[in-house]
């Protein structure tokens, strides 16, 4: 027998560090009865292991096929080495090998059996809100350099009781190096802290009165479970048990009774989450969602909402298998979903949003009361039964199922759960509802568990920040900045290292299309189809990533923001450096976007210490990350589709609706949508009339009064647009498509003032859903004179004005648009994809799920070859991949 016997040594890549990947090595050796070890190192894990060759062969088929659920193989590099026998096998200490690199895990959502844990009375981590394992917990949030050992994470502030050492040293398990690992004797402590009123921002005390909450007795309760005593003066009968003077036994579940008891009175709670604070509050109850989009000064962008399981998911939004999937997989996103039962536009008061811009909104509410039954008829085929595309290295996390029906949930309170009606400010006009599931040991008992006074059974959960400003997540930070927008703080005191938002998705066609990568999947790394040097990518100025690249591999950072603040600025150079570290990628050359104005720009050219600065065209860098994410090679072109909202024109023009032959290496402009003036920049981006009144004036049609858009615009800015567009005066011409969009939407009647970005293009796609055009058709002009093409719309706005006119519902209007959109795409294919091109789809506009799925459905039964995006975004948020591999090529 041991004549047979041979010696491999393994080096394995990937995902393979605090993913529970050693004590399965070490399991899978035991079953086999291989001798040998297993040690952790910068380059992934080396295996020395020896036994019969067919033993082997099974051992590497387990690696290869069988991992961890969180653990993502790259590569198994193999050489048979000399036979030294011996019979056990050891898990050797980490250590750090220069030349090699090894990847970080996201933070991980937690598993089900932490979450039967939790429930369970005789666990000594029953209740424990940080409870984790080798398979969940915190991870990206919580390093701050790699190799991934306790000793490089916030948790190091924790030294381990000899019950969590017992665990976290024996292979054998669970917790065998799960890094975070804790306990309620030697874990984190959960804090309660009331906000005083008269610190809270003032406008909204009748709210709270009428909710029955008094004021100064509540002031400053802290309940803890480390002996913080409270400053008020001791038990008041008369208030709830909850709002009294903690106990002497009181604790981390005295500190949830009372937060849950703040939410069901209709306050908002600061929560401490996994990568920033979340502010919650009852998403059932009008006046707390009210107030927190007044406090945050949200305008009318939707709120996300947070439910306990799938079930009460299922209670307020259309849950098909996927989206069951991606909500209760180990990210566990946020995903866009159609409402279960069809909103009342009806219901949603102007005057409790308070925002500024309703007061030119009125012909939107004319433009959609009333569509609440061509809604109704759309809800049936939400569950489009295409197949699912391949999801790469991705699959495995979407389709393992963790704690997504959490054990110990209280399935059986027998509430009606067809019954839950939200609050109209949740996502005011919006069909969708963002939705994520309880990913925190944290969030699930702050629903409750068996026992426990419930809380509310839906949460709005959005991000601790004002409007704009990124999350906040060191403690101090948030004191400061959230003080105002909370009237409690349910916080902890394990240190956020990283910043991480919330990811979000939504599913098109049965593929998901992801709208912003963040949480639970950076930094994942995404493979390179051509090598690039050392090179950090930084983005765009909106929903800003940044890369960094190296060889072939590219990692994404999490989501930053919008780069209109210094605060956001000093977020975006912490995760470029924090990137950086967390790679080992020491950039040689950045590369950024071609406008001038970017800040995104400006911090590369003043952190660019004599390295190369390369700018790569805005759609360029667009079309080269769909390209990459479908490992398109170096010598490959396609014809390019990049509908968008703003990109910077080499010829000084806003482009935006746009054909480009491309490669990596470069592009040439093929077509683009007819110039029309944008008056005002931004001005004109939150004043869709304006962008109307320009593709009016484009067109040769007369600004009527009997055109909503017209009638929307006040006469004095209607003369000051006249003598822009003669003489061009603060004009820059732009071919966007994402402002034909706003166009229409105010040509149609449905809004004519945004509150967020791309809120009159959601608003359209929205009422168009499932709504049958009839026998009207819009058709695009293509002008192939010139060079490049000019695609014309003035059909199609001609035939909106006509439609409008006479009466034709404004669903059927944005209808008939997309509809005219998608052929518009299918044209643009016929005319500049000569077989076998493949057409690449990308660019912010193809957010939309109907154009999306309506374009690729008629380029699919016309042959052609088509990619899109299904691990990126498809807006800025995935524009710095395509930065990396066209710029740094
Ligand atoms: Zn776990
Ligand atoms: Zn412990």
Known sequence: ?????????????????????????????????????????????????????????????????????????????????????????????????????????????????????LADPTDRRHRHPFINCTNCGPRFTIITDLPYDRSRTSMADFPMCSHCTAEYTDPTNRR????????????????????????????????????????????????????????????????????????????????????????????????????????????????????????????????????????????????????????????????????????????????TLGSRTHALASPVGRGIVGLGDLLEGDRADSSPSAAREGHGQYARGTATPTGAEAPGRPESRGLDRGAIALAPSVAPRNPDLGVLLAYTPLHLLLFGLPGDPPGPQVLVMTSGNLGGEPICYDDEDAGTRLAGLADGWLSHDRRILTPCDDSVLRVVDGIELPLRRSRGYAPLPLTLPVPVPPTLAVGADLKNTCAVGDGRYAWLSQHIGDMDDLATLRAFGFAAEHLAELTGVAPTQLVVDAHPGYRSTAWARTHAEGRLVRTVQHHHAHIAAVMGEHGLGAAETVAGIAFDGTGFGPD????????????????????????????????????PYRMALAHLRSADLPWSDTIASVAACPADERAVLTHQFDTGLGCTPTSSMGRLFDAVASLAGVRHTVDYEAQAAIELEAIARGVDPGAGTYRFALDHTADPAVIDPAPVVAAVVRDAGHGVPAAVIAARFHHAVARLVLDLARDFAPPPTTVA???????????????????????????????LPPNDGGLAFGQLLAGAG
């Open 652 to 687: 000084g023009a806003i482009w935006g609706g746009e054909v480009l032959a491309a490669g990596y290496k470069g592009y040439r402009r093929l077509a683009h949508l007819r110039y029309v003036p944008l008056a005002g920049g931004d001005t004109s981006v939150h004043r």
């Open 1 to 117: 027998m041991s004549a047979e016997r041979q010696r491999r040594h393994l080096v394995v890549r990937g995902v393979v560090q605090g993913v529970g990947f050693r004590p399965f090595v070490y399991t899978t050796a035991a079953e086999l009865s291989l001798s040998g070890s297993v040690a952790n190192d910068s380059s992934g894990v080396i295996i020395d292991i020896e036994g019969t060759p067919a033993d082997l062969d099974e051992f590497i088929r387990r690696l290869r096929d069988r991992p961890p659920p969180l653990a993502v193989i790259e590569s198994i590099d193999r050489i048979t080495v000399a036979v030294r026998g011996g019979t056990g096998f050891h898990i050797v200490d980490t250590t750090r090998a220069d030349g090699g690199r090894t990847l970080a895990s996201p933070d991980v959502a937690i598993c089900a059996d932490c979450a039967a844990e």
């Open 176 to 351: 065998f190096h799960a890094q975070p690992i804790a306990c309620p004797d030697c874990g984190p402590r959960l804090t309660y802290t009331a906000v005083p009123l008269s610190a809270a921002t003032t406008d909204d005390r009748s709210r709270l009165s009428r909710s029955g909450r008094s004021e100064p007795e509540t002031a400053g309760a802290t309940h803890s479970n480390d002996g913080v005593q409270p400053t008020s003066d001791g038990p008041n009968p008369s208030l709830p048990a909850a709002h009294r003077a903690p106990s002497p036994t009181s604790d981390a579940a005295a500190a949830l009774t009372a937060a849950r008891e703040l939410l069901r009175e209709g306050g908002i709670l600061a929560v401490k989450g996994i990568g920033g604070y979340h502010l919650a509050c009852d998403a059932t109850n009008e006046d707390a969602v009210a107030t927190l989009r007044s406090r945050k000064r949200r305008g009318d962008k939707p709120f996300a909402v947070m439910v306990a399981d799938l079930a009460t998911a299922r209670a307020i939004a259309e849950v098909d298998d996927i989206a069951a999937a991606l909500l209760s997989g180990p990210q566990r996103p946020i995903v866009l979903l159609a409402r279960k039962a069809p909103i009342s536009y009806a219901a949603t008061s102007h005057a």
């Open 841 to 871: 789809l990308s660019g912010g506009v193809f957010q939309n799920a109907l154009l999306l799925s309506a374009a690729r459905t008629l380029l699919r039964d016309n042959g052609f070859p088509i990619i899109t995006h299904r691990r």
